[in-house]
Antibody, heavy 128, light 107 residues
Framework: QVQLVQSGGEVKKPGASVRVSCKAY????????ITWVRQAPGQGLEWMGW????????QYAQKVQDRVSVTTDTSTSTVYLDLRSLTSDDTAVYYC?????????????????????WGQGTTVIVSS | EIVLTQSPATVSVSPGERATLSCRAS??????LAWYQQKPGQAPRLLIY???ARATGIPARFSGSGSGTEFSLTISSLQSEDIALYYC?????????FGQGTKVEIK
């Protein structure tokens, strides 16, 4: 079935970098964009960035755009989130999520339609 | 950045009663708004997209309405399993944003 499986939890020191992976199963990988969302402890959802595996286009939230990269390896149906210069404020659960609309529709309409399939989440703890 | 403001922060409703959640946008979203439910320790689940369309498998007691800058999510008859946080999300802009969430609890 359609699912996104994320990599395991990470503990990092301030100033370090982290890579979180999201592997897709059960659908044509390049047909749907992937969004990254994070949730700090006890806080709400924060949209971080988006990538289209179809053409590699990306979008990043202004808050993290200087420190974040979202990339893909289409040969393994995997999307990666890289976050650099970590601080304690980056301690959070990180989720990947699939666009509800496929690229053939989203590129015409200019919207992704929300996210209908979510990964299980990856906990990243930043602590000295 | 498009800002979404949800109200109230917490809504307390008796079982079987109606719960209404609001989401206000800082810009015109047309109908490009979704609602998600999140239970403790779980990933969010898509409830509503296009402001009013129910996602696959979502019970009919959940309904969404609105367009432009004012949206609402209604749970027509609250069940115990509906206790959760609810977030609105705009995708009118490729730079998506979320509201801060509304907690639904049993009175």
């Amino acid at each position: 079935q359609v699912q996104l499986v994320q990599s395991g939890g990470e503990v990092k020191k301030p100033g370090a970098s982290v890579r979180v992976s999201c592997k897709a199963y059960g659908y044509t990988f390049t047909n749907y964009g992937i969004t990254w969302v994070r949730q700090a402890p006890g806080q709400g959802l924060e949209w971080m960035g988006w990538l289209s595996p179809y053409n590699g286009n990306t979008q990043y939230a202004q808050k993290v755009q200087d420190r974040v990269s979202v990339t893909t390896d289409t040969s393994t149906s995997t999307v990666y989130l890289d976050l650099r210069s970590l601080t304690s404020d980056d301690t959070a659960v990180y989720y990947c999520a699939r666009d509800r609309l496929g690229v053939s529709i989203s590129m015409v309409r200019g919207v992704n339609g929300g996210m209908d399939v979510w990964g299980q989440g990856t906990t990243v703890i930043v602590s000295s | 950045e498009i800002v979404l403001t949800q109200s109230p922060a917490t809504v307390s409703v008796s079982p079987g009663e109606r719960a209404t959640l609001s989401c206000r946008a800082s810009q015109d979203l047309r109908s490009n708004l979704a609602w998600y439910q999140q239970k403790p320790g779980q990933a969010p689940r898509l409830l509503i997209y296009g402001a009013s369309a129910r996602a696959t498998g979502i019970p009919a007691r959940f309904s969404g309405s609105g367009s432009g800058t004012e949206f609402s999510l209604t749970i027509s008859s609250l069940q115990s399993e509906d206790i959760a946080l609810y977030y609105c999300h705009q995708y009118n802009d490729w730079l998506g944003t979320f509201g801060q969430g509304t907690k639904v609890e049993i009175k």
